[in-house]
T-cell receptor, first 110, second 114 residues
Framework: DAKTTQPNSMESNEEEPVHLPCNHSTISGTDYIHWYRQLPSQGPEYVIHGLTSNVNNRMASLAIAEDRKSSTLILHRATLRDAAVYYCIPGVDSNYQLIWGAGTKLIIKP | KAGVTQTPRYLIKTRGQQVTLSCSPISGHRSVSWYQQTPGQGLQFLFEYFSETQRNKGNFPGRFSGRQFSNSRSEMNVSTLELGDSALYLC?????????????FGPGTRLTVT
């Protein structure tokens, strides 16, 4: 199973962009990179996923390194509601289940 | 459309009792997964059901069981509760067994065992 390395926590100012890094050097060539987030007292929420190309949706952008060993989730303009734990998930295990790590706790300062 | 719902939201039980948690997936979603989340262990996969059949199972003792009904609603049961079973139990649904793994989570059931 692919392993991830994410910062335990990050701080950012409201209305500024946020770049959340993730290293997944053991990812296989066919594994999608997923990002989820978990707001306080809620279940995880899907954010974005990608394979090789950079991806954009209404919530965020995902930048994937050319060698796929790292990726960066970009929140273009953070709000207080974006304060959450962000999980980078590089693929699935042998049971085809997402591999959840500890994630990055994102703190947004007003 | 309605999201994943879980009932009850909070539950307090004593050691030795059993508990049943319920999950209603998003309409049209045939796969339901269950997770246990604790501060120390994070999110851990319990099992996944697809079309009423258990497709995958995590590394949990047999006290943890589940089932899925024909309308895709799912229940999980924990028998002979232990203090260590105190956790947030999350249910997630998705359309099927996909090439990408976009799951939709419910708000969870907070179980406290005393």
């Amino acid at each position: 199973d692919a392993k991830t390395t994410q910062p335990n926590s990050m701080e950012s100012n409201e209305e500024e962009p946020v770049h959340l890094p993730c290293n997944h050097s053991t990812i296989s060539g066919t594994d999608y990179i997923h990002w989820y987030r978990q707001l306080p007292s809620q279940g995880p929420e899907y954010v974005i996923h990608g394979l090789t190309s950079n991806v954009n949706n209404r919530m965020a952008s995902l930048a994937i390194a050319e060698d796929r060993k790292s990726s960066t989730l970009i929140l273009h303009r953070a709000t207080l509601r974006d304060a959450a734990v962000y999980y980078c998930i590089p693929g699935v295990d042998s049971n085809y289940q997402l591999i959840w790590g500890a994630g990055t706790k994102l703190i947004i300062k007003p | 459309k309605a999201g994943v719902t879980q009932t009850p939201r909070y539950l307090i039980k004593t050691r030795g009792q059993q508990v049943t948690l319920s999950c209603s997936p998003i309409s049209g979603h045939r796969s339901v997964s269950w997770y246990q989340q604790t501060p120390g262990q994070g999110l851990q996969f319990l099992f996944e059901y697809f079309s009423e059949t258990q497709r995958n199972k995590g590394n949990f003792p047999g006290r943890f069981s589940g089932r899925q009904f024909s309308n895709s609603r799912s229940e999980m049961n924990v028998s002979t509760l232990e203090l260590g079973d105190s956790a947030l139990y999350l249910c997630a649904s998705r359309r099927g067994l996909p090439s990408s793994y976009e799951q939709y989570f419910g708000p969870g059931t907070r179980l406290t065992v005393t």
